[in-house]
DNA sequence: CGCACCTTTGAATGAGATCAAAGATGGTGG
DNA sequence: CCACCATCTTTGATCTCATTCAAAGGTGCG
C-alpha cells in the first residue's frame, strides 16, 4: 500500500530543498493508495466531495458538461499533480474527474490541508504558486481556444502534454497518447472530425508521426510556434517563507 | 490615503468572521493607494513585476495578447478584486492588466504576502480558497468560449459582471459597462461585430435593455439559463483552520 | 472472429469572420 | 458653448473555416 515516496514531495523538491519535516507532511498525504480503472469516474460534477488526490500513476481528466451536451476537458492530469483541489472552495465538485488510463491515485480528505497550512507555511505557499500557475495554464489555454484557428489550438494542447510530460522523462519524444480524438475536439473546443483533418495536416507537414496512438514529435520548435506556447513550469521561488 | 476600510476584509468578511488581527493584516495590504487612469496600463505581459494590488474602485481587465494579433481578456476585475496574484508564482507578468475606467487601487509585494502567511493560517487558507474559486470561474469561462455558440457566450460574460456587481450592489440591474464591443468580443473570442449583432438579439428578445453603454437586465433567468451560467461567489469554509 | 468503438475521407451546410461604409457618441480645444 | 475629430456602433454583403451528415476502413478486446 503506502511507499515510502512522494510523487508530489518530488515535484516540489525541484522547486526548493525540502526539510525533513516538511517531506514527512508530503508523504502522510500519500499514505493511502487508490486503483482506478480506466473509464471509472473519479469526482462528479456536481456530486459532493471533499476528497483531493495526488496522481501516482496514469492519466485523467477534468471536464465539465454543457447544457446543450457540449463537454469541455479542462485539464489532462498525469503522474505529480494535485487532483480535486476545488474541494477547497466548494462542497460540490466543478468538475468531472476521469481516469484515461488505469491510474492510482492517493486520496487525502480536506482537513489534511488544514494541518498543512497551520504548520508548514513555505508548503502552503509552494501550494498556492502552484495552483496560480495551473491558473496561468488555463489562461493561456483560454487564449488558444478563444483566438486561434483549429491546428493551433491541437497543437497547443500537444506542447502542453510533451512539455509535462518531459520533467519526468526528459529523453521520451514518442508517447502513447491515451485521448481519442473526440477527447481531443472536447479539449480543445473542436469536432472530432476537424481534429481528424488537423492532426493529418501536421503529420503531412513533418512536425509529427502517428503510429495508432503514438504521438512522435518531430519538429519541437515548429510545433511551439505554431501553438504560440509558454511554458509555465518554472515556478518563482524568492519570495517563499523561510523552511520551518 | 490610507482609509481605515479594506475592500478585501469586507469582502472575507462574508465568508467568516475575522478577529481584530485578521482585519489589522488585511488593512496593511491596502495602506497605500494609487490612482490609474482610464486606459492606463497596471502591469505588462512579459515585465518584471512583483506587485499586487487590491482594487478598490474602477473595473480593470487582464488579458493576454496572441502572437497573430488577437487578443484574449481573461477577467474583468471590479472593487474588492485580488489582481496579479500570478506574480506568486512568476517573475514575469503573464497578463496584461489595465484599466477600464479611471480607478484606484491599492499596490503591495509579494513580501507582505510572505508575512501573511507566516502568522495567518486562516487568511492564508481564504486567499487558497478564493484563487481556486477564480481558476473555477476561468474554467467555466474556457466551456463557454470552447463549447457554445456567439450569444450563449456574450451572456455569460452578462451573468459573470452582474453576478459580481450585485455583492456590493443587490439592488442595482441596470449598470453601465465600460466595455466596447470590441472589448467584450476579446473576452468571448468574438468579433466586435458579431457582438454586436448578438446584442442586438438580446436585446430585441427582452433580455437585456441597452442605453449606450449602460445595461439593465429584465430577464435575468433567461440570461443565466442561455449563458448555462453557474455562480462561484460562494466559497465552502467549514474547513479552514481556527481564527488565530 | 465478431462487435463496439475509433479513425478516416468526402460532400454539403452553416455560424461566425471579413470587408466596407454609413451613423452615433463623446471628449477636447477653441 | 459649440464644433470637430476620433472612436465606437450599426448594418449589409460576401466569404471561409469549421460543423454536420454520411459511410467506408481500422483496431482491439471479449
Redesign the interface.
Known amino acids: 500500500m503506502s511507499s515510502n515516496e512522494s510523487n508530489l514531495a518530488d515535484r516540489l523538491g525541484h522547486y526548493v530543498v525540502l526539510t525533513d519535516a516538511e517531506r514527512a507532511a508530503l508523504g502522510a498525504l500519500e499514505s493511502e493508495e487508490r486503483q482506478v480503472r480506466r473509464g471509472a469516474t473519479l469526482l462528479e460534477e456536481g456530486k459532493a466531495s471533499?476528497e483531493l488526490f495526488i496522481v501516482r500513476k496514469g492519466w485523467l481528466q477534468s471536464s465539465?458538461l454543457?447544457?446543450?451536451g457540449?463537454?469541455?476537458i479542462?485539464r489532462i492530469s498525469l503522474p505529480g499533480d494535485v487532483l480535486g483541489?476545488?474541494?477547497?472552495?466548494?462542497?460540490e465538485a466543478?468538475?468531472t474527474v476521469k481516469a484515461l488510463t488505469d491510474a492510482t491515485v492517493c486520496p487525502f480528505d480536506?482537513?489534511q490541508?488544514?494541518g498543512l497550512?497551520?504548520s508548514h507555511?513555505r508548503l502552503?505557499?509552494l501550494?498556492?504558486?502552484?495552483?496560480?500557475?495551473?491558473?496561468?495554464v488555463?489562461?493561456?489555454?483560454?487564449?488558444s481556444?478563444?483566438?486561434?484557428p483549429a491546428r493551433a489550438r491541437i497543437a497547443w494542447l500537444l506542447c502542453d502534454i510533451f512539455a509535462r510530460l518531459r520533467i519526468a522523462n526528459p529523453d521520451h519524444d514518442a508517447v502513447h497518447v491515451p485521448l481519442t480524438q473526440e477527447e481531443i475536439g472536447?479539449a480543445?473546443?473542436l469536432t472530432a472530425v476537424h481534429v481528424n483533418r488537423m492532426m493529418r495536416g501536421l503529420a503531412d507537414d513533418g512536425i509529427i508521426e502517428r503510429r495508432g496512438s503514438v504521438v512522435r514529435l518531430l519538429a519541437e520548435d515548429r510545433l511551439f510556434d505554431e501553438a504560440?506556447f509558454?511554458n509555465?513550469l518554472d515556478?518563482?521561488t524568492?519570495?517563499?517563507?523561510r523552511a520551518g
Request: proline share 5%; net charge positive.
Open positions: 471533499r465539465v454543457l447544457g446543450n457540449g463537454r469541455q479542462m483541489l476545488s474541494a477547497l472552495a466548494f462542497d466543478p468538475e480536506r482537513e490541508v488544514t497550512i497551520n507555511p502552503t505557499a501550494l498556492l504558486a502552484l495552483t496560480l500557475a495551473e491558473r496561468t488555463l489562461a493561456d489555454r483560454l487564449a481556444v478563444g483566438r486561434t472536447d480543445t473546443g504560440n509558454t509555465r515556478i518563482a524568492s519570495w517563499l517563507p
